[in-house]
């Protein structure tokens, strides 16, 4: 699969050597060498560059993620797939996922896509987060919420290239090092035998290490066994690649989610603010009776109409209005974290 050894050098040598004999004497313009002095034409041909397989090395892929936390921006690529047999039946899976990150501020795309872990029933699934705002698209449906330092997950990451990624041994260095994706690279190839953290019957892969960085800037495998992933059995192709390094990559929230949250009045306040269809929730540091007189306020101004049916105590109101045929409630709620407002039809 692999060419590993590429060596050719090219030389060749016209030589024109005039004899003598019984020919008739030939008179030669002055300056001309004489026909018996030997003539040499050398050409040489630059010799192209040869690939030589190094000793083994023990690498450790379990950080390949590490040196990415350095880089301004990237994108990344990750397919998977895999083609085997299941209680008598052909068992076929693939998953692609494409991804965009901008470390300052804080930006991160995800996209997947595929036959694996139900994500074409969802008609695909899309990750955003920007700063400490979250949006998810699936299902057709928008979510976003408010990521906390309680959730961690800042720097969300659905894939992370180290947990298919771990230790090789006795992987072959190729030299001389390469450029893949405008980085330059070291390259390494490997079989079966220098992966003990699956168990693979046969397998071909390659490595390419930046060497400014440490990170994994491509990486391609194709086995036979038990993927480490989904533990089904078959034949396995995987390939990973980050490029578009340090380039400028514009992140910005699907209009869907903006919509979704600009339909109903918010208190200027709000946090931990969540979104998805015609639900909408949120915290608020003002007293209930300013949420409240907010409410009240507000709802009549953009077109929503107060049924009478609405409950009001001390530390809850229960509001209900209704507009272009569509009644939703307005839920404002005390609590030892501050006001907790609920909007939903």
Known sequence: MFVLLIASTLGCSLCGIIGTGGEEEIVLPPGTPARDEEETVATEEAPEEIYEEEEEEEISLSTASEGLKHLDSYRARFEMSLKGESDGETEQWALNMEMAHVREPFAQHIVLEGSAMGIAEQGGFESIQIGDRQYVLANGECFSSEITEEDEAQDLELFNPDDVMGQIEGARRVRPDENVNGILCRHYVFDE?????????????????????????????????????????????????????????????????????????????????????????YQ????????????????????????????????????????????????ITETDDGIYVAIFD
């Open 284 to 331: 608020s540091a003002s007293s209930f009776d300013d949420v409240l007189d907010f409410y009240q306020e507000r709802m009549p101004e953009e077109g929503w109409e107060d049924t009478g049916e609405s409950f009001i105590t001390s530390e809850t109101a229960l509001l209900e209005y209704t507009r272009d045929g569509q009644t939703i409630n307005v839920t």
């Open 193 to 281: 035998k220098a992966v003990d953290w699956a168990e693979l019957s046969s397998a071909q892969g390659e490595v390419w290490i930046a060497v400014e960085g440490d990170y994994v800037v491509k990486y391609v495998m194709e086995a036979e066994g038990k993927d480490p992933v989904s533990q089904e059995r078959g034949h396995i192709e995987w390939t990973y690649e980050i490029y578009d390094v340090n380039t400028p990559i514009t992140i910005e929230p699907p209009t869907r989610c903006e919509a979704a949250e600009a339909q109903y009045p918010m208190m200027p306040d709000a946090t931990d603010v969540f979104a998805m269809g015609d639900m909408l929730t």
